[in-house]
C-alpha cells in the first residue's frame, strides 16, 4: 500500500526495500539500473531541466537543489502559475511570464517579486475580485494557452485566452485544454523514488529502462504534494529511464489520468495527459545560493 499523496518522502525510502523485495522476479540488469535511479536521493545537490508537454502547452523548469543544505532547499525558475499571476499586481509580473521561487522541501515556497521575495499569501491581490479570473489549471495563468497546435483562443474561449465570467459558470463550457502546472515543487530524486515503488513491470534495453506505472504511481506523479485543491481520481501511465555507467542521466513519465480541480468553490473534473522529460545534471558539484532573505521567510536560519 502507498501512503497519502504528501508522503513522497516516505516513498522514496521505502522504494529501496519495496524493490529489493520483489527484484528476484526480475533477470537481467534492469533492477540494477532501477536501483541507480535511487542514488539520486543520497547526492548531497544536483541540477535539472524538466519539459513538459501537456494538453494546453508546452513548458520548462529549470531547477537546482541541494538536499545537504539546511533546509533542504531548491532555487527553481518556472512559468508563473494562475494563482500567482492574479494576485500580482501587472508591475511585478515578468515580461516573459516566468518566475523563480524558492523551497525548503517540497511544500514551503517563496516567490521572488518586485518587493523583494514573498510567501504566496503574502503577494498583493490584484485581481482576486475580478469575475473574469480564470480557473487555476487552465493554461496556467500564461495569458492565452499555448500547446502542440499553437494558440487555443477560439471555441468559446475570451479574448484573453480564458473562458469569460459566463462560460466559468458552465461547466460544459469549459475549455477542453487544462496545464496541470503546479506551484508545489515535484523534484526528480521524489520522482523517481515513486516509480521505483510503483512499476507493475519493467524490461532493459540496452542502456535504456522502460515500464508500466501503477494507478496510485501514476496519481502520486499527476499531483504533487500541497496541491490541496487538486485530487486525483484516475491515473495511468509509462516511464523511462537512461542509465549511463550505473548513473541516471535523463528521465521520462507519459501520464495521463482525471483530476477533480477546486475553483472559487466549484469542483470541475478534467482529464489530463503530459509528457515529461527530465535531464539531471551536475550531480554533486551544483552550487547556488539562496538569499537570506528567502532563507528567512521559508524559516531557514541563514548560516553565519
Request: one cysteine or more; hydrophobic letters at 35%.
Amino acid at each position: 500500500m502507498f501512503p497519502s499523496t504528501g508522503s513522497t518522502k516516505f516513498i522514496t525510502l521505502a522504494g529501496i526495500a519495496s524493490f529489493l523485495a520483489v527484484a528476484a522476479c526480475y533477470a537481467g540488469q534492469a533492477e540494477l539500473a532501477t536501483v541507480a535511479a535511487m542514488k539520486l536521493s543520497e547526492a548531497s545537490n544536483y541540477c535539472w531541466t524538466t519539459t513538459v508537454d501537456d494538453d494546453a502547452r508546452t513548458y520548462a523548469i529549470d531547477g537546482q537543489t541541494n538536499l545537504a543544505d539546511k533546509g533542504d532547499l531548491s532555487l527553481v525558475n518556472l512559468p508563473m502559475v494562475a494563482s500567482v499571476r492574479r494576485r500580482l499586481a501587472r508591475s511585478t509580473a515578468n515580461s516573459d511570464n516566468m518566475m523563480t521561487a524558492a523551497y525548503s522541501g517540497d511544500e514551503k515556497v517563496v516567490i521572488q517579486t518586485a518587493d523583494g521575495w514573498r510567501k504566496p499569501e503574502q503577494l498583493t491581490s490584484s485581481s482576486d475580485s475580478n469575475p473574469n479570473t480564470p480557473p487555476s489549471g487552465w493554461g496556467g495563468g500564461m495569458g492565452p494557452m499555448m500547446g502542440r497546435r499553437g494558440r487555443r483562443g477560439m471555441g468559446g474561449m475570451g479574448g484573453s485566452g480564458y473562458p469569460t465570467s459566463n462560460e466559468q459558470t458552465n461547466s460544459s463550457r469549459l475549455p477542453a485544454a487544462y496545464s496541470n502546472l503546479q506551484l508545489m515543487l515535484s523534484r526528480p530524486h521524489e520522482e523517481l523514488g515513486i516509480i521505483v515503488a510503483g512499476y507493475t513491470d519493467i524490461k532493459m534495453d540496452g542502456d535504456t529502462v522502460s515500464g508500466t506505472l501503477s494507478e496510485t504511481a501514476a496519481k502520486l506523479l499527476l499531483v504533487h504534494a500541497g496541491q490541496k485543491e487538486i485530487t486525483p481520481l484516475t491515473g495511468s501511465g509509462t516511464f523511462r529511464l537512461w542509465v549511463k555507467d550505473g548513473v541516471i542521466l535523463k528521465y521520462e513519465v507519459k501520464l495521463e489520468g482525471t483530476l477533480a480541480v477546486k475553483t472559487n468553490g466549484d469542483r470541475h473534473e478534467v482529464t489530463v495527459h503530459e509528457t515529461a522529460t527530465t535531464e539531471i545534471k551536475n550531480i554533486g558539484a551544483t552550487k547556488f545560493d539562496v538569499p537570506a532573505e528567502a532563507k528567512k521567510k521559508l524559516g531557514v536560519v541563514p548560516a553565519a
